[in-house]
């Protein structure tokens, strides 16, 4: 008996750990680190419960949340744009987070946007639109709901070239933004669970 729970322990070990090894460099490159105090627990939440909704460094930083992350795929199935949204006391905040390191350069008009990053140029579909276009969507879902938005950018990227009314900003400033933000209601823990309920029991309409 006890060696077949040894077996299935070692088993999980090097599945999970396999796992884990596959996608740090994902969290790694991305927002995440950010938001979460560090790689494991980020890894248990998501891949072990199943529920990355929350975050111990963020219960310290802005409080009680929720946290939900979506993507925007083009007709190729790509990923084209990425987002995560804080359910938190100043109401819904959706931060589209970019993970190509650079000088952007572009404005609100722009078809697309350019990143210069050594001696090379990298176009990307213009973050203002699809961040509009998804925040419309969840501002349906909530007519009554105060909601900003955020384009984020790596901490080693240079943003003066953006010419935007979009607020832009590092990863490393998020957290400060989120706290900066003004509302004219405060939620309550029990008000920010109820608009997340809600949120994931309205999100396929946004498919």
């Not at 891949?47 to 007709?75: P, Q, V």
């Not at 990307?124 to 349906?140: A, F, G, M, S």
């Not at 933000?181 to 396929?204: A, G, M, P, V």
């Amino acid at each position: 008996m006890h060696t077949v729970l040894y077996t299935i322990v070692i088993v999980l070990i090097i599945i999970y750990g396999f796992k884990a090894y596959q996608n740090y460099p994902s969290y790694k490159n991305s927002i995440l680190p950010t938001l979460f105090p560090n790689y494991f627990e980020f890894f248990w939440r998501m891949f072990i419960r199943k529920d990355a909704s929350n975050s111990s460094y963020l219960n310290k930083s802005i409080g009680n949340h929720k946290l939900s992350f979506a993507t925007i795929e083009n007709r190729q199935h790509q990923v084209t744009s990425k987002f995560v949204l804080f359910f938190y006391n100043k109401g819904i905040t959706i931060v589209e987070y970019l993970d190509y390191p650079g000088t952007y350069s572009g404005n609100d008009e722009d078809r697309s946007w350019i990143i210069k990053s050594n001696n090379k140029k990298i176009r990307i579909t213009n973050p203002i639109h699809e961040l509009q276009t998804y925040k419309n969507r969840i501002q349906k879902m909530f007519k009554d709901g105060q909601i900003s938005s955020v384009i984020a950018v790596k901490d080693d990227s240079e943003i003066d070239k953006i010419q935007t009314q979009t607020l832009c900003c590092k990863y490393k400033d998020v957290i400060t933004i989120l706290n900066n933000i003004q509302c004219e209601h405060t939620l309550s823990e029990s008000e920010i669970q109820n608009l997340f309920d809600s949120f994931n029991q309205k999100r396929s309409t946004l498919s």
